[in-house]
């Protein structure tokens, strides 16, 4: 009676142990699979995944994986950047890190990112990068220290009768829609007492004729608009116009410009900050910044 009876199912029993432990898990999936999934996803989501164990860890690094979600341009952005000899040092990864961060080239004059997104081109051109008629000249134009522009300073015109900025660019831009905006103000800011306050004593010229700007292209695409300046004291984004890019790897030349000619009056009290590139969906919210 106190003899133990083995179960004549003991053994099954074992197995059937033995086979719930050796279910698959996450862990089991091959990172070359893992990684092959994630290329269909966005970089925060890949990043997300890459905490859930060693193997998606592993498998989110792969170069395939990050090579995906860079243009096809990005060997021309990340030799103008980053220099050849980096990007033969770095992962894919680390290569899209780097590009997705603004960056500093032409002496520091201009700034490029890749936006998250779409992975197309942002590109800030500060007013040292532009041709301004005068410039040299502190009768007219003086460039003046401020913490209101990304590049520490600002072209400020005080009189003048003929105001003209132009601007040129050789550049291999992902396919995509882009617009090409100025970064304006009238009006001279600085802080007093810890506030901010706008000199405008100097403006004035500005409401007689409209600014003229232009915007043309290698492939042949022309914009041409008109504006008056308006807004003194704050900083106004002017559309100058669009451009499509259809063909990857290939440089784009453009020239723009913006202009007001008229020498039957003095124009003053203008702040030049920047030209900007950016994609054409994203204009919205950058002329509302």
Known sequence: MGASVSSPNRAEDEEGCGSQSSRPSLGDIPESCISS???????????????????????????????????????????????????AAITKKEIYAKL????????????????????????????????????????????????????????????????????????EFPVGSYSLVFRLQLGKASKRLGRRVCNVDQVHGWDIKPVRFQLSTSDGQHSLSECYLHGPGEWVHYHVGDFVVEKPNEPTIMKFSLAQIDCTHTKGGLCVDAAIICPTRLRERLEKS
């Open 100 to 171: 997705t961060r603004p960056n500093r080239f032409d002496g520091g004059a201009k700034e490029v990112w890749l936006e998250k997104c779409s992975g197309l081109v942002c590109l800030f051109m500060s007013s040292k990068s532009l041709k301004i008629t005068g410039i040299d000249d502190r009768r007219y134009w003086n460039y003046i220290p401020t913490e209101e522009s990304r590049f520490k300073s600002v072209a400020y015109l005080q009189q003048m009768w003929w105001v003209e900025v132009v601007g040129e660019l050789e550049f």
């Open 37 to 87: 999934l994630l290329m269909n996803l966005d970089p925060p989501d890949i990043c997300k995944l890459a905490m859930v164990n060693r193997a998606f860890h592993r498998a989110s690094s792969a170069d395939f994986v990050w090579e995906s979600k860079l243009p096809t341009s990005y060997n021309f952005l990340a030799n103008k950047v980053l220099g050849e000899q980096n990007i």
